[in-house]
């Protein structure tokens, strides 16, 4: 079983800059930052899979946010650029078990975080 903590939220102005960190407390074969909006379903925001390094960021996401690891910690970050308050919201960090696919759909996520909420003004 995976633990994943999530920090780095909180207020921020439109413009400004945010980067969440996703500790976990094993490895996994993909690691995701999704988000849910007040009365929206939780959508994906970007993707990395830890080996190799691959990653996958959704298009509203482009280029302002990016997503990097650091292996040696298992720790994966999301870096939020250019802030709209449009992505305020509940930001959460997934995974899945080994041999499970890198969906975009958030059920198919074995592993969730709390959760850590940013908000955008």
């Known amino acids: 079983h995976v633990q994943l903590v999530e920090s780095g939220g909180g207020s921020v102005q439109a413009g400004g800059s945010l980067r969440l960190t996703c500790i976990s407390s094993?490895?996994?074969?993909?690691i995701a930052w999704f988000r849910q909006r007040p009365g929206m379903d939780r959508e994906r925001v970007a993707r990395?899979?830890?080996?190799?390094?691959?990653?996958s960021v959704a298009e509203f996401a482009r280029p302002r946010f990016t997503i990097t690891q650091d292996n040696a910690k298992n720790t994966v970050y999301l870096q939020m650029n250019g802030v709209k308050p449009e992505d305020t919201a509940m930001y959460y960090c997934?995974?899945?078990?080994?041999?499970?696919?890198?969906?975009?759909?958030?059920?198919?996520?074995?592993?969730w975080g709390q959760g850590t909420q940013v908000t955008v003004s």
């Open positions: 094993g490895s996994t074969d993909c």
């Open positions: 997934a995974a899945v078990r080994p041999g499970g696919f890198c969906s975009t759909k958030p059920a198919l996520y074995d592993y």
């Open positions: 990395i899979i830890p080996d190799g390094g691959s990653i």
